[in-house]
């Protein structure tokens, strides 16, 4: 490339950021590095805003709810914190009271509702979520036809060597994000692919398929047919909640499970079935498990619940026999945090699951309602499951 | 779903934006629909930021490079605009002056720099990149050993059918974007899954393997191996230019390929073999064509060009040998804009290959350096290819 293209591909840049985006983005003179994963686990994060009043860092590993970034001559906001604990964490920058995303890292967290960036702080030796030199699976996106006439989507990962094993089946996890988050969320803030490479380049895990729907079929559909979407957070009655639960297991059951046993290896029997969740999609889980005690034997409730009054009232059947349903269910997870917003319910749900000698596994961590805590729960439920 | 678990995954909401975000995010409670197209192609973007000072528009197809928004009782911003031409659109707000994308909507555009939502206008019949109701093929995320020791990851689209039709070898078609995209941006803003579907549902392309690498694998290394990423857009000169342009193709040529052609049903041959590729995609695409004459027969160039210095220097075999070289390419195809910043240059590459007497499909089109405009340049070369 001579100089004088290199000052076109700049000029390119400059104005491709002023035709095509038109907005009030800073010229891209000073070239923002951020975020800055130093050596120490400190990192330092960047914002250029020369005309900004005040920028702060908004997370939560970060020291404080908001931190205050500083200014140097050229516009550039920054501020080092740490040393922070390995993991991946979401943040944002908060520009004169306004939340953005880091423009300079193009790791997101996919999800209908707020915006943030990703930041990776690597452990000494890798994390379990972290990308290494084992055979990689592949993370597909499918398309299928959904309910009412819509087309879903789901992406589906697909373990080291499933291209190359041909006749070879596997077994299938079914694994579902929370209230605004999209079908991308456990591939792209879980790492859900990284997570199954390791485990079982490690041997810790059985190589299966994991299936991952998006939440939320009444949006899609309302999306499609150029419809405004349905709230899907405030204003529910509860039949328009039940109807839509209902909607969800509908999808997954008639569309979604055909669909991928038509076009994977997959083994199609219930023991060789498993479906898990987080927050929203912990409360699918149960749901669906619960009422399609033919389709699944293993069962991961990740920071979530049913109340004891939805137990006795919609799982009658099973909560009354726990002989039966222990036969079932190979394994009945449940994990919380001690911080999480849901703990006192989820505890509640264990003790009730106790009380009625209905056999589960459950697990009190550290943490709150966040993908850290998700991502260690698929990684310490993954290996028990399909054993 | 009971009444007070509706209560309690509301405050969830809440709680969630406020713990794992801990940012400025305005309280929940209106809900917010934006972007909403309306059936006379009028479409109302809203953002909630009740104590923002001035919320504006921003975008190239709405009028002005910002339009003001105005707010109401309850602190949402909001504008009317069109009609607008049925297409995919990229656009901002930009709050006091802070760039963000649009949190009520989950289409994005993924880039290395830049933040922008996405608002799809569709036609009143559908537009060659809208979602039918055709057979859809599947998108892949791959991960394979790449320069330097890095991981690198490609996105592959399979047609229809390619699950079920084993023993079918397909030809590839190579395809590259642009200077701070990303390896997702030709699935997730070209639409190039949904545009390939329906060119094959219509029977007018071949079916084919779509493989779109990641542009900058020097980004990669760095961020990889945890150091500084090198500024892509400004202070390079011109022997990191040349040598990052190579680590490109090397990659491509060493990497790429081999990986596809292992674990993919490909025709492994020059002429089912084709490159394009957008703005910086579309220089490494003609480098790469003309560096490796045994590789490629179909090149798509969009919106790029080589100055007719660099094709006197580095590729003066070609050029003095028209003969050989229409031989060699089954199409070489330049296309651009004609309110494109590259226009000149591209026409200046155009009038250059008719001078040296080498084959070439040239087309001119309204528009800019964008994004609807390679969409358009994709329909238009890909039922080309392969025949």
Redesign the interface.
Known sequence: ??????Q??????I???????????PP??P?V?SP??H?DKKVTFRYL?P??KEV?L???QFGA??VAMTKDSIGIWSITVGPIKPDIY???F????????D??N?S?F???????SLVDI?GETPLIHS?K?VP?G???????PSVEGS?GSVVVYTPPGY??S?GKTYPVFYLIS???D?EETF?KVGNS?FILDNLIAEGKATPMIVVMPYGNPMARIAE?K?Q??P?D??????ED??T??KLFETDLVNNVIPYIEK??RTINNRNSRAIGGF??GG?QTLRTAFSNTDKFSWICCYSAYL?P??MDSRYKKLVDNPTQTNKDFKLLWVSVGNED??YK?TVEFIDYLKAKNINHKSLITGG????MNVKDYVAQTVPLLFK
């Open positions: 490339m001579t100089s004088s293209l290199i076109r591909f700049v000029f390119a840049v104005v491709i950021s002023c035709s095509l985006h038109a907005t009030a983005q891209r003179g070239f590095i800055q994963v050596a805003a005309s900004a702060k908004g997370g939560s709810a908001q979401p943040y944002s908060v520009v004169d009271g306004v939340t953005v995303m423009p300079a193009v997101f996919p999800n209908e509702r707020f915006k943030a690597p990308i030199n990689h592949t993370v597909k996106y499918e398309y299928y087309t291209d190359q041909a929370g209230t605004t999209t591939f692919n499609q150029k405004p979407k709230a957070i405030v204003g529910r009655d509860s909640a039940i839509r639960a076009n994977y927050s929203r409360g109340s009054q939805e917003f849901l319910s709150g309602h966040t993908w």
